[in-house]
Nanobody, 123 residues
Framework: QVQLVESGGGLVEPGGSLKLTCEAT????????MGWIRQASGKEREEVAC????????YYADSVQGRFTVTRDNAKKTVYLQMNGLKPEDTAVYHC????????????????WGQGTQVIVSS
């Protein structure tokens, strides 16, 4: 059974930082690209970041480029999202998910997501 558990969200002021963590179990973590998708109220789901299985390639949405960094530790079966310079527009529930290949280029995601962690950026 695939399980993805996100943590690290919270309330932060604009300009602040948060680091999200996603712990994975139940599959061969090191064979798949991993990524983050966010869902803000009233908005479409947005693919935020992706990292390939071997960390050779990364993808970032234009809206977070230069501010967010995705990393992974295959030994720990964990993927992270370091978020710096947070803006109110970043407010959303952030979900971890697995892509269907080792690479990010196809942007094809499995249906199973983590439960999500809430990020609120507000003064």
């Amino acid at each position: 059974q695939v399980q993805l558990v996100e943590s690290g969200g919270g309330l932060v002021e604009p300009g602040g930082s948060l680091k999200l963590t996603c712990e994975a179990t139940g599959f061969s973590f090191d064979l798949y690209a991993m990524g983050w998708i966010r869902q803000a109220s009233g908005k479409e789901r947005e693919e935020v970041a992706c990292i390939s299985s071997s960390s050779d390639d990364e993808y970032y949405a234009d809206s977070v480029q230069g501010r967010f960094t995705v990393t992974r530790d295959n030994a720990k079966k964990t993927v992270y999202l370091q978020m710096n310079g947070l803006k109110p527009e970043d407010t959303a529930v952030y979900h971890c998910s697995t892509l269907t290949s080792p690479e990010c280029g196809d942007h094809l995601w499995f249906d199973q997501w983590g439960q999500g962690t809430q990020v609120i950026v507000s003064s």
